[in-house]
């Protein structure tokens, strides 16, 4: 079994952590850059996860309510594949431009199956602003937390299993740094 770090850091100089130091509530915004794990109402009982994984390649296209019906998701981390920071690289134009919005029923479609996780290579769920922390707060009333860019790539699809996440509760920002690690049958490379 090989382990693959897939969480995204940021060294002080990318634009993204710029961007969030000039915020004026720096505090809160340096949460959402990177890796992270949005908490707005509450956070997972536990700060470490086991769970197995349901992959949904969203490269083309998100979801519809007819890929998620028949999905087993109960206690797994769903992660939704969309390509963009394999495509784009994280945190520039390209990347924020990029729609990976998730419908509305299929949202409840997927709460519905009980996910621990969704676990995203990308900006998150929903459009940005107030859908996005609206879809978050839908998932965290159904004890499903949203993960935020993770480095994924198509290769790994094939052999991914399952993640471990760790993520520190004490940070004072709605939106808290994690670890990712993806557990697969062979080695991949990541951006």
């Not at 859908?131 to 937390?145: G, L, P, T, V, W």
């Amino acid at each position: 079994m090989n382990r693959k770090n897939i969480s995204i850091e940021l060294s002080e100089e990318h634009p993204a952590y710029q961007w969030a130091k000039r915020q004026s509530d720096s505090v809160d915004a340096m949460g959402h850059i990177g890796t992270h794990i949005d908490c707005y109402t509450k956070m997972p009982l536990e700060t470490t996860y086991n769970t197995p994984v349901h992959i949904i390649d969203c490269s083309l296209a998100m979801p519809t309510l007819a890929q998620i019906e028949a999905l087993e998701l109960a206690g797994k981390s769903l992660i939704l594949f969309t390509g963009n920071v394999e495509e784009n690289g994280y945190g520039n134009p390209s990347y924020g431009a990029k729609s990976t919005v998730l419908d509305s029923d299929v949202l409840d479609s997927i709460l519905k199956r009980s996910p621990a996780f969704i676990v995203i290579d990308s900006y998150g769920i929903g459009a940005h602003g107030d859908e996005h922390i609206s879809f978050d707060k839908r998932c965290e009333a159904h004890n499903c937390f949203v993960i935020e860019n993770v480095c994924l790539t198509k290769p790994m699809l094939a052999t991914l299993h399952s993640l471990e996440i760790s993520f520190d509760p004490t940070s004072a920002s709605t939106g808290k740094r994690c670890d990712v690690i993806a557990l697969s049958h062979q080695e991949e490379k990541c951006l």
